[in-house]
């Protein structure tokens, strides 16, 4: 449904500092303040960098995307500023405080307890549910798109690489390969481009990886290439002590070889509902 679009403008957006570069697009922190006493909302404002592949069709789609999703676990959209000067339109979502997941675990590893870790891939499970309930492929599920709300909730963001899976088939394939990090593709991703639901459950299986280990890169596990094919088991040799058997066993699911062969989203999420790990609140 075409909703209401919220147009801000120009002229009342205030920058503040940059908050980053994503896919295409760089985000700064602005505050709406059209009384101009520093009373207006802060917004989190995306715009296509000229100068990166994308184009403004890209952009449009992106804006398409995030203006269709409505779920607590998934980057809320705003609305759009069309800035009269350049010919770019800019994306308004909603500025969430506490910045990206990476981030987040690097200044509070100490306080964040296995139970958090699970309520964390519980929500990005929940926002990956509805994602896949739309028939959208998130494409670039990674800790580095996830954005913490609060100490306790946890949003998906970044929908620039996100595509419709079309009516006939079960998978998208792009024509060429994207700029993102092997590391966090399945292996149909990496040999056919091919994507689906079941790619991006192996890119949660990642993420998976990437919560228990707090987000230390280090500890990521090296993908070999080996006699020039893709050694596509990066994992199975990494027992760290600290994955109880549950999460160990839900990331080896999510790692399956054959698609067909991975967990939906749907009987993941019943599996941390049941995980004797989380109470549910
Ligand atoms: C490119 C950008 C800006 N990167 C960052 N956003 C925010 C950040 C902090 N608070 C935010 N509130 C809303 C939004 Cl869209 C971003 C942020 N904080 C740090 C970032 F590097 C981003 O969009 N990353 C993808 C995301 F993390 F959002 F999935």
Known sequence: KKQ???????????????????????????????????????????ELQ??????????????????????????????ICYSAGRLSTKLVMEYLPYGSLIGYMEKHRQNVCTRRLLLFASQICK??????????VHRDLAARNI????????????????????????????TQPGESPIFWYAPESVSELKFSHKSDVWSFGIVLHELFSYCDISRNPKRVIRNNDLL????????????????????????EFNSEDRPS?????????NSLLIDER
């Open 127 to 136: 926002g990956m549910e509805y994602l896949q309930s739309m028939r959208y």
């Open 232 to 255: 596509i088991y990066p994992f199975t040799y990494v027992r760290d002590f600290f994955f109880s058997f549950q999460v160990h066993s839900i990331m080896m699911q999510c790692w």
């Open 147 to 174: 954005l913490v709300a609060s100490d306790t909730l946890v949003k998906i963001a970044d929908f620039g690489l996100t595509k419709i899976i079309p009516v006939d088939k079960e998978y998208y394939r792009v």
């Open 265 to 273: 989203f749907s009987s993941l999420q019943d599996m941390f509902e």
């Open 4 to 46: 209401q679009q919220d147009v801000f403008e120009e002229r009342y957006l205030r920058c503040i500092s940059i908050l980053g570069k994503g896919n295409f697009g760089s985000v700064e922190l602005c505050r709406y303040d059209p009384w101009g006493d520093n009373t207006g909302d802060l917004v989190a404002v995306k």
């Open 50 to 79: 000229s100068n990166k592949q994308a184009t403004m069709a890209d952009f449009q789609r992106e804006i398409q995307t995030i203006s269709s999703l409505h779920c607590d676990y998934i980057v809320k959209y705003k609305g």
